[in-house]
């Protein structure tokens, strides 16, 4: 086994990078992603599933902009469909022959009988374009998440996100609730899967009938949480939403932002369950980097008025001919390639193998994932208490300067790399990430 301690160490960010990114801070307004911030890196370009930064330095990706790259960078096929249209034409909302053939292709990948799609820029805009189809359709006004759950951070979404997000930004609109996630050793309802599913659907059905007006549009949920630390819901729990949902007259909004298109082993996370949303929404890997969203949405919901009218539920970007293109040429491959099935098999190698560090490094615990979508916690060893952030900021520098990019800044753990990221590359990662947390603890010690 290689010791990565003994492999070069880089002194980031290096001189271009750092030049580049004081210019860019005297300038820029706060509130960039965590890992630009952190890392100060001036990213040149990329190649699959490696970055390079502006003095050459290569970085393993493990973050794919947070699920976004799912082909990686500069995926040829990726580079010529975008240079071909770009060449042609990139704006407005006319037919074009990529957008035709994109939405035929979801409808025949969606599950059951979604087969409907709309065309957005950000994932915050297509979930608020979900929740305003949910309230033409039913009629309702009341809208259902969790907590736990990220949807973006547009004021119609905030509050049904739980958490900081939302601190400070008063008062939210109203008719938005959020309740407790169904997943073990989290929430208030347990560590028993088979009694945390009952007891958070109970206490659903309790807020429903004690906070609401009776007059729920529609229950949002993500198949996996992402931003809370890739958390898988306990078995039965999405079941007993879509059972929920259907019983109340609102509809189920299945939040698909990061796990489709492949990211969790299936083409949609929500086939780990057999379960049928009224609403799937996509983003994030769905245009592999291109700022696209998308609602996928039944027959039976999609004519709802006054969302469907003419310009009803259209935007200046979604869809255009540039992002069509990008969609198209994302799926296709992901089916070419075979990468769902690369994503199921290499992600269950890589989650066996971070499972099996456990016994040895303390720091460590709850190993979770579904294909390339995996999580687990730092610890402080021995103890069940998250690790502080500034151990958990050693070890991100440390990884960084030996060559491995992963959102590991934070205790909640988040891999999922680029969907194209070869067996040996991610086992090359895992290791240098294994000798770091090695080191960790001993600090920790
Ligand atoms: C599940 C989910 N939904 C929606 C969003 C919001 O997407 P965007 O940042 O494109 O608005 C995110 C972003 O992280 C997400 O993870």
Redesign the pocket.
């Known amino acids: 086994m290689t010791d990565s301690s003994l492999l070069t160490q880089l002194e980031l960010p290096g001189p271009k990078s750092r030049a580049a990114f004081d210019a860019e801070a005297a300038h820029l307004a706060p509130g960039t992603q965590s890992v630009a911030l952190f890392s100060r890196l001036c990213i040149d370009r990329g190649e699959g599933a490696v970055l390079i930064d502006a003095d050459g330095n290569r970085y393993t990706d493990l973050l794919a902009g947070?699920?976004v790259a799912s082909l990686g960078y500069a995926h040829p096929k990726y580079v010529a469909a975008m240079s071909a249209q770009l060449a042609r034409s990139h704006v407005g909302s006319f037919t074009t022959a990529n957008r035709a053939a994109l939405v035929k292709l979801i409808a025949d990948l969606a599950p059951g009988d979604l087969n409907r799609t709309q065309l957005y820029?950000?994932?915050?805009?297509?979930?608020e374009a979900a929740v305003r189809l949910a309230k033409s359709h039913t009629g309702k006004t009341e809208v259902i998440g969790f907590w736990g759950?990220?949807?973006?951070?547009?004021g119609g979404?905030l509050p049904l996100l739980s958490g900081s997000f939302k601190h400070g930004l008063g008062p939210l609109m109203p008719g938005m609730y959020a309740s407790p996630y169904a997943a073990v050793g989290r929430g208030p309802f347990g560590d028993d899967a088979a009694t945390c599913t009952q007891r958070t659907l109970d206490f659903l059905r309790q807020k429903i009938a004690l906070e609401t007006t009776n007059d729920v549009a529609a229950i949002i949920v993500?198949p996996i949480?992402?931003?809370a630390g890739n958390i898988i819901p306990t078995p039965g729990f999405l079941a007993g939403l879509r059972a929920l949902a259907t019983e109340l007259g609102a509809l189920l909004i299945a939040?698909?932002?990061?796990?489709g298109f492949g990211r969790t082993g299936r083409m949609f996370a929500v086939e780990h369950d057999g379960l049928v949303p009224d609403i799937l929404?996509c983003?994030?890997g769905f245009g592999g980097g291109f700022?696209m969203?998308g609602i996928i949405i039944r027959e039976s919901v999609a004519f709802a008025k006054p969302w469907a009218n003419p310009s009803g539920s259209s935007s200046s970007y979604g869809g255009n001919p540039l992002a069509a293109a990008a969609a198209r040429v994302t799926i296709e491959t992901i089916l070419e390639e075979g990468l769902v099935e690369h994503s199921r098999a290499l992600g269950a190698k890589l989650q066996a193998e971070l499972a099996s560090w456990q016994d040895e490094l303390a720091i460590i615990r709850g190993v979770r994932g579904r294909g390339m979508m995996i999580g687990f916690d730092l610890v402080r060893p021995g103890t069940a208490k998250l690790l502080d952030k500034a151990a958990c900021r050693w070890i991100f520098d440390t990884l960084l300067a030996r060559g491995v990019l992963a959102m590991i800044y934070n205790p909640e753990v988040r891999i999922n790399p680029p969907l194209v990221i070869t067996e040996e590359q991610a086992m090359a990662a895992l290791a240098t990430m294994r000798d770091v947390l090695r080191e960790a603890q001993d600090r920790a010690g």
């Open positions: 947070v699920g820029s950000s994932g915050a805009e297509a979930v759950g990220f949807h973006g951070k547009t979404v993500e949480q992402g931003t939040d698909e932002m990061i796990t929404l983003g994030k700022p969203s």
